[in-house]
């Protein structure tokens, strides 16, 4: 019976992202976000530009406004901070979209990273292997600047939100501020400026 349930909820789950992005987009969501958990870096955060491109300037699945939110909201809530991909499907497709994207990016990096970690280990003393841990840094931190780049852009427009934006940059960097407290900050100054 349990089988039975878990398939209609599966064709359920489908009908309704055909009716949004429909297969062929939930196809490409997942098959995209495969091919960027091979290029993440640092974290699903680093390829967050390219994750942009797709669902918000070639696709048009989500808008600036719910790409931001759903980074924002997953940073803010507990857990790990891959959640932002689960939202972005999420907005694109409904269930089947949280899906693709989630497995899309966790499937090929997963699997790589466990036998990267076995081979390096099994050489760590190899000078090749010293060389890539040490070069993989800056490009570590350029994806993230990227990213925060593409994210400071939907504060521009607003001279409210900008100085928000960069009065958290700088409070993160010269301060040991706690982030929830920023967090709470963020949270109220919107929830005033709203209201």
């Not at 669902?55 to 790990?80: K, M």
């Not at 040991?176 to 963020?186: E, K, V, Y």
């Amino acid at each position: 019976m349990s089988a039975e349930l878990a398939g209609s909820a599966t064709a359920a789950a489908l009908a309704d992202a055909s009716a949004g992005i429909g297969l062929a987009g939930l196809a490409e969501l997942f098959g995209r976000f495969l091919m960027l958990s091979l290029l993440s870096i640092g974290g699903a955060i680093t390829v967050a530009p390219e994750m942009h491109r797709l669902v918000v300037a070639e696709r048009g699945w989500l808008d600036d406004a719910d790409f931001t939110a759903s980074i924002s909201l997953a940073q803010a809530a507990p857990g790990p901070n891959i959640l932002f991909v689960t939202l972005i499907g999420w907005h694109a497709a409904g269930a089947a979209g949280a899906l693709a994207a989630t497995l899309g990016i966790l499937l090929p990096s997963s699997l790589l990273v466990l036998a990267a970690f076995r081979w390096t280990e099994r050489y760590r003393a190899h000078r090749g292997v010293q060389a890539f841990r040490a070069g993989m840094a800056p490009i570590t931190l350029g994806l993230l600047l990227a990213t925060g780049w593409i994210l400071a852009g939907s504060t521009l427009g607003d001279p409210v939100l900008a100085l928000v934006t960069v009065a958290t940059a700088v409070l993160a960097w010269k301060t040991r501020l706690n982030p929830l407290w920023m967090l709470a900050a963020g949270a109220l100054a919107g929830t005033l400026r709203a209201g």
